[in-house]
Every structure is written in C-alpha cells, then in structure tokens.
C-alpha cells in the first residue's frame, strides 16, 4: 500500500478511529481500529478531548505501524471530526500540526443535515478541491470538509467490492471471529435507500438503524482522507495493469506485513 491515513469520529466520552492503508487505486485495507476513552471525570469536556487527542497522538501516531521489511510508518493524513467540539479538535490540530486536520462532514446523514456544496474554483478563502470534499481557510485552521453522504456509501460500495477488484476494501483477520462483531454493526447502522416522495419523485436518502455508528464515520473520513492524499478508484491503463499486480497477494496480516510498499 502507499497511503496510510486515519479517520477519527469525536463524542463526549469516546473517540472512535480507523487506520486505512489504500493502494493508489484506493483499493484500501483497514489494518487497525480502536477507541479512545474521554474522561471528563473533574474536568471539562474540552479539555478531557484535548487530553484524549494528545495521548492518541503520542501512543498511537507517533509511534506508527510496522512494515514488512522493518521500521514503522506514521499516517500522511488524520482527519479528526470537529462537529461536536470544534474548539479542542482544531486547537489541537494548530498544536501538533501535520498530519492532523479538523474535518466537518455535511450531508442528510449528518446531524446538523447541513448539504454539502462543492465550491467553485477560485472562491474566498477555499485552498484545495477534490473529491467530494475541499480545504477552507477559517483563521488560522485549514479545515477539511467533506461529503459525508458519499463517503459513508463509498464505504458500503467498497466493502460490496469483490476482493480483487480495484477499490475493493478489507478488513484484518482476527483471531476470534466476534471480534469485529461490534465494528461490523456499526459499519451497517447507517444505510441509503432510495424513496418515493409525491411532488418530488425517488429521492435517495439514509436510514438510521442504530446511533452507533462512530466506526461507519471514521471509516468514511479515512477513505475522504485518502482521496487527499491520491488514492482515487478511477485508474489509466497503464495504472491498472501495475495496480492488478500489486494485488496479487496483498490482502495479507493483521500486523500490517504485507501492506507497504518497500
């Protein structure tokens, strides 16, 4: 693989993440997931998430994940939900700097059902476009927005994808098949379907079947924080033919041997 990036889903008492390891392809694995307790016990809540993102920053970025031949490598891009508390989230972004970056995510499957709207070229204050999401510059924050509604699908269409295929997604292999148990409901608490309204035709929207659905959110912006970085599933000849031969055998371990490059 050649891009490793983090999605990380923030709440009151938790903090969700997902480490992505994707090919340029975006053919993508997830080699490690987890969560970060929030205690606010005598504390703030902004505080006790500023706490939580230092020490997932020193026990878990800094250090990286093992390669195959040796060494580790640290993720080129995090992307930190700053939805619920924007002021710790991007206070410690602005703090540790790269790789961290504040992320909002708009859409109907949002909270807020903020729609997203793509920018055009040359609008204020807008540094970088892409896929289904841009880069703002709000003060002295450079703050990633994405389409929540597309990335969260792209998550079930890659997921759909058969293993050899490009942009397909797969999960390590864990010892006890119930391990994954609670990740894999949260992936499906969330799905589109597509309606009847009258006045308004089929309209696609998303049905809630559980409120637990941190792993589906940083799931989503681990794949939005791959595209940035250069994995996109649509390919040229040439990279497909070099893409099809790096997949042969790279859906390998759970300790991440196998999955980069050399």
């Known amino acids: ?111 807020d059902a903020r729609k997203f709207t793509k920018p055009s070229r040359g609008a204020a204050n807008v540094v970088y476009i892409g896929n289904e999401l841009y880069v703002s510059q709000d003060g002295p924050d450079r703050i990633v927005e994405v389409n929540a509604d597309h990335w969260k699908e792209a998550v079930h269409n890659r997921i759909r994808t058969t293993i050899e295929s490009s942009g397909s997604m797969s999960l390590f292999k864990p010892d006890n098949r119930r391990v994954h148990f609670t990740f894999g409901k949260s992936i499906v608490s969330e799905r589109m379907k597509v309606v009847y309204k009258p006045g308004q035709g089929e309209v696609r929207e998303w049905e809630v079947t559980s409120r637990e659905n941190h792993y589906l959110d940083a799931t989503a912006l681990a794949c939005a924080a791959a595209s940035l970085a250069g994995a996109e599933v649509l390919e040229t000849k040439t990279q497909a033919r070099r893409n099809r031969k790096a997949r042969r055998g790279a859906h390998r371990r759970r300790d991440g041997r196998g999955w980069f490059d050399r």
């Open 1 to 111: 693989a050649k891009h490793l990036t983090i999605g990380m889903d923030i709440g009151k008492r938790r903090g969700h993440w997902v480490a992505l390891a994707s090919m340029d392809d975006a053919t993508s694995f997830i080699i490690d997931y987890g969560v970060e307790d929030i205690d606010s016990t005598g504390a703030s809540v902004e505080n006790a998430i500023l706490g939580a993102l230092r020490e997932f920053d020193d026990n878990r970025v800094k250090p990286g994940w093992e390669k195959e031949e040796g060494g580790y490598i640290s993720p080129s891009i995090v992307l930190i939900d700053a939805g619920y508390v924007p002021q710790s989230v991007r206070g410690f972004c602005r703090e540790a700097g790269l790789p961290f970056r504040p992320s909002l995510g708009r859409g109907a499957s949002r909270h």
